[in-house]
């Protein structure tokens, strides 16, 4: 079992830890939210293209699109 750490040192352990942190730029930030969006929306066409034909497949070989 692991030994208790006194509060105050366990206080000043997370400060010490927490000013290491290093925060992305506001442009950063952007361009990367930006990128997301382009690739949810290539991720939806992909899939909606590959749902789509698989369908097609699926009900040609079926007989039920005549």
């Known amino acids: 079992?692991?030994?208790?750490?006194?509060?105050?040192i366990f206080l000043q352990q997370v400060r010490s830890e927490a000013s290491k942190i290093v925060w992305p730029?506001?442009?950063?930030?952007?361009?990367?939210?930006?990128?997301?969006?382009?690739f949810v929306v290539m991720a939806s066409l992909f899939?909606?293209?590959?749902d789509q034909l698989l369908s097609l497949g699926i009900s040609y070989l079926l007989g039920v699109g005549r």
Do not use: G, K
Not at 29 to 38: E, N
Not at 47 to 50: M, S, T
């Open 1 to 8: 079992m692991a030994s208790r750490t006194n509060p105050l």
């Open 25 to 38: 730029t506001r442009r950063e930030t952007v361009v990367s939210t930006i990128m997301v969006f382009i």
């Open 47 to 50: 899939f909606l293209a590959a």
